[in-house]
């Protein structure tokens, strides 16, 4: 039998995911929820070959800082305050070879949902193709089932460069290093099911010597709905904000994350309020040709307006809005 002071100690510890997983796709994941760990070690030397923009980079203290909050006081004082969560790291690995790595703040919101923020996921230079990057995908929902049993939906938000807001600078540097196009990057999402938020979405500072970041949009994987319930935004980004971004601090201190939430805490007051995807269908007669856009330049190369219409059918320019439901 377990001591009291033991079964405190374990109330104020984040759950752990399976150390390993096996996934129906043949990958096998290695987990943690320490950066005291070689899985975070490895993670962490993939992932900074992999993101290369400042701002939307998280330095190794800052991990360390994040990963710290799934234990002992602080997790105690923040689940108090949030609800559980737990902060993870994986590795992935198909035939012995290292293809990738994830990070992602995972919660429920309510009985039935489970919640996360899949801030990193990076599939190495050597390992591309193969549909490797869907099986990771799908490694992280593997990985959320096992974490929190039970729940019949998951949501995992991601944030994505828009392509539209980013300086060209930024634009041709991220491309360049990564070789692919922003607007093919939200296309490879959209394939895979996820949808763009229409809520004016900004990164708050990862650290105090970063700004907020608004060259960004906020989408969602496993949505299913024309549109998502603005309590249930709210529920995901005041436990996000106030544990993975802010470590902790207060949301009421950062007026970026406080503005957001108190935004769509409003928004979910009233009745029936939810929020509308969004793609660039407004912005084909102008957005999708170099020759007519000189906002890019020549940063990026001509897309297609018909390949961008097949992967997004029902599009609509964000508008940073939530709306009432018919």
Known sequence: ????????????????????????????????ITHESEVFARFFAGYDKAFVLPNEKEDEEGFARCFALNFGAEYARLSALYGPYSEVCLIA????????????????????????????????????????????????R???????????????????????????????????????????????????GARVVDFAYAQPPLS???QADDTLVYSVLG???????????????????GVSVLK?????????????VEALRGACARAGRRCAYATPKRCLPVCMSVRISPRFGQTRPPVSARRWRRHFPLDARPRGACHRRA
């Not at 949505?223 to 904000?241: N, Y």
């Not at 902790?248 to 957001?260: K, R, T, V, Y």
Request: proline share 4%.
């Open 1 to 32: 039998m377990l001591d009291a002071e033991t079964r405190e100690q374990d109330l104020a510890n984040a759950a752990a995911p399976p150390a390993r997983i096996e996934t129906a796709a043949g990958l096998v994941l290695s987990t943690a």
């Open 93 to 140: 690995e198909e035939g012995g070879l290292e293809i990738g790595g994830a990070n992602f703040i995972a919660m429920p919101i309510d009985a039935h949902t489970i919640s996360a923020n899949l801030n990193y996921i990076y599939i190495n230079q050597h390992a591309r193709g193969g549909g490797r990057f869907s099986k990771l995908v799908a490694g992280v």
């Open 142 to 192: 593997e990985t959320l089932a096992a974490l929190y049993r039970g729940r019949k939906r998951t949501l995992i938000f991601i944030e994505q460069n828009d392509p539209f807001a980013m300086s060209a600078e930024d634009y041709a540097r991220d491309t360049e290093f990564t070789g692919l196009d922003q607007l093919d990057r939200l296309r490879i999402w959209a394939k895979r």
């Open 208 to 210: 105090p010597d970063q």
């Open 223 to 241: 949505a299913g709905a024309d549109s998502l319930e603005a309590c249930v935004i709210e529920a995901h980004l005041r436990r996000f904000f």
């Open 248 to 260: 902790g601090a207060a949301l009421e201190a950062n007026p970026a994350a406080a503005a957001q």
